[in-house]
């Protein structure tokens, strides 16, 4: 599903991204873990297609094509979500006409019919119990005056609304109390199947007692060091990230 | 919600998409200005006495007067001699029913949105058609008449209803107020009056659609509403002009006389041609605006949307003598490439316990300059009197330029005044979230604006609200960068 081959990113002319490798097949979930500054977020964002980030070399494949040379809006209809660390606050823009039209960009995409407002109305109302989202929330301007809590249930909401294939959750759990991190992590485990794939990039392991990965990485100085079953985020808690730091 | 998403996924171009030209000949005098002229177009319009000096009045004090340069404009030298002060479509000035209207002009206005034929038999929308110079058709009519409300072009004001017109021309803005509302007031062609008697709530919205059409034509237009005691109307406005390479003067006046608990509300869809990327071409529109609250607890709001014209300078005023009287004045103005706007509004509290609210949300994109001017001025004898302004600025790019300047003058201890302003840029952040949610950069942008814009495109009636919206999308297309 997701290829990224010997891949180079630089922000502003500095190395973030030396030589990532990395495969995720359909119904897996990986685990990026690291300190902070290793690169995590970086990583996140440059698949998601954010401008400020250069690609200097490297490839990466989604479903066999060419992923760096789509729009971040047809990488979006393609099936590819992000979760942001900061979700970005829009005022005057109301929760419900932004999902609307986010929704209905995407269906168009797979040349399905347009939601009409009623139907649309039927299947928010459904997939927010999903995520325990409070049915008001909705009703304010995106992200406006929410809590981070409730920014990050948000997140979860349209992931559950836009049904991706491969979605990557940059830092999901980070703000969260416990009560969040489950209802978080209830709806990405609701979202798992066969065909669905997710990046999981966290920093703490607490989040992968909900979300059990397949695979957990650790990225440090922007390689992936070390990579193994989900026992690493176990071991990595134990001993700390300067154990990496030490071996590497 | 269903529109605004039809809005957002209907537009899809860019182009300014009123720039025909309609084919119609064309009664038009020869370029030029001198008292001559003004006496043809008063003969040409049978005008009584009154309206001739009038006319002639404020011709010679024109003469006296200077362009105004205090503005944060660039406007070049508009040679006043180039343009011809009368145009309308030939055929007879009046028409008795829509039948005989010629079908060219009907093709006009379908173009524009404005099925007058459909609007006779729907209830809903009272409209004036300006073009050029003339008013063309006026709907409705008997269905307001019953109310006992005069809807009808000016000229026709000027013929049947001649005791009101000299009653109230001029009371708002007179004669030699300025430079612009000078010219007009010498050779306005036509326009709409407006007349609600006592205790008459306007049972539908009235709407004035102003079109240019010649070429080397200035349009001047002036609209007159009186509201008598205890009632109400609502007004609205549109304009649309076709695109031409050489630029157009607009020189209007509206005048609004509110008398005791009236309420006048205006509001403004501004959509003149506003030249093309280069800055080429585009409508000069300089327009005088006021309204005045004569009597107490008399209440006017102007609420506009500015998306047009070359070079913008208006600012819709209220002088609120009445006590306990209220003024309002919400604007969103959209300046994208070469556009040039310098609007506000004029606050002016002369009575006891009088209220004013400025909201104006300036766009900015392209090379483009939006300035917000704006005075708020309290006489001594206001007591109790409260002004709040808010006045918001949005850049879209590196290259555009928001400006603010605001007057105050407080001439007494127990009036309040607050003024809040601030300055933004589209977050790039912004629009990556949208795009990460499968929405391109064009939709995103017009979904933030209209988010930023939302106060003040609320005021407007859902109809023209919802062409408001589809506006400034269009307007701010090919902005981002």
Known sequence: ?????????????????????????????????????????????????????????????????????????????????????????????????????????????????????????????????????????????VNEGFSGGEKKKNEIFQMALLEPRLAILDETDSGLDIDALKTVANGV??????????????????????????????????????????ELALELEEKGYDWIKTDN | ??????????????????????????????????????????????????????????????????????AYLKVPAIDFQAISYYAAPKNKAKYDSLDEVDPELLETFNKLGIPLEEQKQLAGVAVDAVIDSVSVKTTFKETLAEKGIIFCSFSEAVKEHPELVQKYLGQAVPVADNYFAALNSAVFSDGSFCYIPKGVRCPMELSTYFRINAANTGQFERTLIVADDDSYVSYLEGCTAPMRDENQLHAAVVEIIALDRAEVKYSTVQNWYPGDKNGKGGIYNFVTKRGVCRGVSSKISWTQVETGSAITWKYPSCIL???????????????????????????????????????????????SD????????????????????????????????????PYIEVGNKSSVVEHEATTSKIGEDQIFYCNQRGIDTEMAIGMIVNGYAKEVLNKLPMEFAVEAQKLLQISLEGSVG
């Open chain 1, 1 to 141: 599903m997701l290829s990224i081959k010997d891949l180079y990113v630089s922000v502003e002319g500095m190395e973030i991204l030396k030589g990532i490798n990395l495969e995720v097949k359909p119904g897996e979930v990986h685990a990026i873990m690291g300190p902070n500054g290793s690169g995590k977020s970086t990583l996140a964002n440059v698949l998601a297609g954010k401008e400020e980030y250069e690609v200097t070399s490297g490839s990466v494949l989604f479903d066999g094509e060419d992923l760096l040379e789509k729009a971040p809006e047809d990488r979006a209809k393609d099936g590819l979500f992000l979760s942001f660390q900061y979700p970005v606050e829009i005022p005057g823009v109301p929760m419900v006409n932004f999902l609307k039209s986010a929704v209905n960009e995407h269906r168009k995409h797979k040349g399905e019919k347009e939601l009409t407002a009623g139907e649309f109305l039927k299947l928010m109302r459904e997939k927010m119990d999903m995520v325990d989202m409070h049915p008001n929330l909705t009703n304010r301007s």
């Open chain 1, 189 to 230: 485990n609701a979202l798992r199947s066969p065909e669905r794939s997710a990046i999981v990039v966290t920093h703490y392991q607490r989040l992968l007692d909900y979300i059990v990965p397949d695979f957990v990485h650790i990225l440090y100085k922007g390689k992936i060091v070390k990579t193994a079953g989900k």
């Open chain 2, 1 to 70: 919600m269903e529109d605004q998403d039809k809005i957002l996924s209907d537009v899809t171009q860019g182009e300014y998409k009123y720039g025909f030209v309609t084919d119609i000949e064309t009664d038009i005098i020869e370029k030029g200005l001198n008292e001559d002229v003004i006496r043809l177009i008063s003969a040409k319009k049978e005008e009584p006495e009154f309206m001739l000096n009038f006319r002639l009045e404020a011709y010679r004090r024109w003469l006296k007067m200077k362009m105004p340069n205090w």
């Open chain 2, 321 to 367: 003598m009445g006590d306990n009287s209220v003024g309002e004045f919400n604007s969103v103005a959209v300046t994208n490439n070469h556009q040039q706007a310098d609007t506000g509004s004029k606050m002016i509290h002369i009575g006891k316990n009088t209220k004013s609210t400025i909201i104006s949300k300036g766009i900015s994109a392209g090379k």
């Open chain 2, 370 to 405: 939006n300035s917000y001017r704006g005075l708020v001025k309290i006489l001594p004898g206001a007591k109790n009197s409260r002004n709040f302004s808010q006045c918001d600025s949005l850049l879209l790019n590196d290259t555009c330029g928001a400006h603010t300047f």
